[in-house]
Nanobody
């Protein structure tokens, strides 16, 4: 059974940091991504990474503050979140695709597997 399990969310003050993890089981993936879904908004792309880590992509709103990485030996992906802002408050979802891309997709529909989400709340 293929599973993606996120962890590491929580409540933090503005300017603080969190580290999200996404542990995969059941298979390996070529491409991982993080998406966020705030109340009343559509699910939005945050960041993505290729299998080698040579291709990474970030939403403009998080560049310089969030860093995506992966450990293929542990079948785990991470999102280091620094200088957090209240507008970062959302449920963060891990997504994975068995396919590699020359241009990493930002569209949720391109990812076949999803975690259950982890809440990140940033207080002012």
């Amino acid at each position: 059974q293929v599973q993606l399990v996120e962890s590491g969310g929580g409540l933090v003050q503005a300017g603080g940091s969190l580290r999200l993890s996404c542990a995969a089981s059941g298979r390996t993936f070529e491409t991982y991504a993080w998406f966020q879904e705030a109340p009343g908004k559509e699910r939005e792309f945050v960041a993505a990474i290729s299998r080698s880590g040579g291709l990474v992509l970030y939403a403009d709103s998080v560049k310089g503050r969030l860093t995506i990485s992966r450990d293929n030996a542990k079948n785990t992906m991470y999102l280091e979140m620094n200088t957090l802002k209240p507008e970062d408050t959302a449920v963060y979802y891990c997504a994975a695709s068995p396919f590699s891309y020359s241009v990493i997709p930002r569209t949720p529909s391109r990812y076949n597997y999803w975690g259950q989400g982890t809440q990140v709340t940033v207080s002012p």
